[in-house]
């Protein structure tokens, strides 16, 4: 699979920044219901990982998936329509924004580190030379799960690269409020897998450490380690007023290097200005279709919808 162009990347970014600058505006107006946790600052980091999985490969997510959605190749249109709680959405409505599930990235959930074992168990039996990635936040790494994950992935030499979107925040604390260990990375030299600390929005670096990693665990070698550092330009949740300190901005790393490279900025702009638009009217069209659940259906009613 070729790599794609920088300009390819940006624009990927920009699409999945425009669809949460616009799920934003629509909790704000109360569009929008539920708790909703924004990536915006991570999305070098889905699209660098992603751009570099084949056919056969699946992603298991956390808490804030919608990028990781997004870069998998999951409709806007059905995202957004499970975001408002319609019946036409990705989970009929019944997931929210924390518990997606869909086919390629598998499956998402609110619990910190709570995919992480089950990306495990699903790549002991994924056909070679797939492989499976789990994404987490670094809060992930002071729960059990995490460290029982990557004990059980090295002893049996699992097919699974484990991404860590390390934004120095756990939930409104810092990493040294709760643990003394720097850099994250040191636990794939403990466990002895392969391990990589990379600028996580910088989105050609994440894609070539990423596809590095890949390549040896699709020999079926080991698992890897790739750890990502990331802003956070959003409040931890929407409706949470405290002010975000992240300066980096994959965005705006991304159209500086086009830039450089001949682009200019207004035309840039533009393209993101039209992708807003863009995530706007779907927004729009999701609500002037009128298919929220009923609050009368019964519990034997909604499990009927949820299964095939």
Known sequence: MPTPSLLDFCEQISKIRAFEEVVAEGYRDRKLPGLLHLSMGAEATAVGVISSLEEGDRLYSSHRPHGHFLAAGTDPRSLMAELAGMESGLCHGRAGSMHLMDERAVMATGIVGGT???????????????????????????????????NMAALWKAPVVFVCENNERIEFSSREEHTTVKDIVEYSRLHRMAGEHVDGCDVEAVAQAFSTLARDVRKRTGPALLVCDISRLRPHYE?????????????????????????????????????????RELLDSVMKRGDLPSPSDDVALVLKRMLP
Not at 119 to 124: D, T, V
Not at 140 to 148: K, L, M, P, R
Not at 244 to 268: F, K, N, W, Y
């Open 116 to 150: 992480m074992p089950i990306a495990l168990g699903h790549s002991l039996v994924i056909p070679a030379p797939g492989i499976v990635v789990s994404i987490f936040g670094d809060g992930a790494v002071q729960t059990g799960t995490f460290h029982e994950t990557l």
């Open 239 to 279: 409706g949470d007023l405290r002010i975000q300190d992240g300066a980096a901005d994959p965005l705006e790393i991304c159209m500086s290097r086009l830039v450089e490279q001949g682009h200019t900025e207004s035309e840039l702009r533009s393209r993101h200005g039209e992708n807003v638009e863009r995530a």
